[in-house]
């Protein structure tokens, strides 16, 4: 049984105030305060992507969810790079963190569905020295922030397979909620993948929002760069009126 948060919106028929087809997500720089997202590049990013993907075994678990990986030199990982630098959907972004300049990362737009203002955030790895950062959880925030709010998604969503607890606790602590499991979904990697379904809604995001930049702000951290409040605490009071699930008292680390 699951153990997230789900929502409690009864289903509606309701006409949406605006129907119109959304704008495409721009494939540009975007810059925060703790991270550059850049278009991925093979020429640019191969070997920081390398470097932070490959070798102990700390830095291949995260591939072992996803369709491709681990990559065992330099090569393989340019022309994995190579291919998923000229798809138009997903749209790849490469992870820099400011504090290292080196791109530690990958994340993706993604299933962009422009006539009903839907679109997927997914691809995600990150490499051992960039997580559990401020600078992760803001290129995350950055890659959502621009479609809900610039472009007027109505909803975002957050797909993983259901045996990643990392994945699921990570789409819980961002603000998403969960809508269900697709079992028997897909195969990956010659295994079963259980897909589990998380959704944040435009009329939720504004709060979410508010939330993450709360928690980004530099005064939000200590000297030694602690927290001082953490996102899922602040994401807590937001669960329990957004779902009549009593388990949306849960912690949220």
């Known amino acids: 049984m699951p153990t997230e948060p789900t929502r409690s919106t009864p289903p509606?028929?309701?006409?949406?105030?605006?129907?119109?087809?959304?704008?495409?997500?721009?494939?540009?720089?975007?810059?925060?305060?703790?991270?550059?997202?850049?278009?991925?590049?093979?020429?640019?990013?191969?070997?920081?992507?390398?470097?932070?993907?490959?070798?102990?075994?700390?830095?291949?678990?995260?591939?072992?969810?996803?369709?491709?990986?681990?990559?065992?030199?330099?090569?393989?990982m340019r022309a994995h790079l190579e291919r998923q630098e000229t798809?138009?959907?997903?749209?790849?972004?490469?992870?820099?963190?400011?504090a290292s300049g080196k791109a530690e990362g990958?994340?993706?737009?993604?299933?962009?569905?422009?006539?009903?203002?839907?679109?997927?955030?997914?691809?995600?790895?990150?490499?051992?020295?960039?997580?559990?950062?401020?600078?992760?959880?803001?290129?995350?925030?950055?890659?959502?922030?621009?479609?809900?709010?610039?472009l007027a998604y109505r909803r975002m969503e957050w797909k993983c397979n259901g045996a990643n607890a990392a994945s699921r606790a990570a789409a819980v602590r961002l603000g998403f909620l969960y809508?269900?499991?697709?079992?028997?979904?897909?195969?990956?990697?010659?295994?079963?993948?259980d897909t589990a379904w998380f959704s944040i809604l435009d009329h939720e995001w504004p709060a979410l929002r508010a939330n993450f930049q709360t928690w980004l702000a530099p005064e939000n951290f200590d000297e030694h760069g602690r927290q001082r409040q953490s996102l899922g605490e602040l994401n807590r009071a937001l669960n329990a009126a957004r779902t009549s699930d009593p388990r949306a008292g849960l912690r949220l680390v």
Do not use: C
């Open 12 to 76: 509606s028929t309701a006409p949406v105030p605006d129907p119109e087809p959304r704008e495409r997500p721009s494939h540009e720089v975007i810059e925060g305060r703790y991270v550059t997202l850049e278009p991925l590049s093979a020429e640019r990013h191969t070997a920081d992507l390398f470097e932070a993907g490959s070798g102990d075994p700390q830095r291949t678990r995260i591939w072992d969810y996803l369709p491709y990986g681990p990559f065992t030199s330099e090569g393989q």
């Open 87 to 98: 798809s138009t959907d997903p749209l790849f972004f490469a992870i820099r963190p400011k």
């Open 106 to 150: 990958v994340a993706s737009l993604q299933r962009i569905d422009e006539k009903n203002g839907v679109i997927e955030i997914g691809h995600i790895w990150l490499g051992p020295g960039l997580q559990q950062t401020a600078a992760a959880t803001e290129a995350l925030f950055l890659l959502i922030d621009e479609p809900m709010t610039n």
């Open 179 to 193: 809508e269900g499991t697709f079992y028997q979904h897909m195969i990956v990697k010659g295994h079963n993948r």
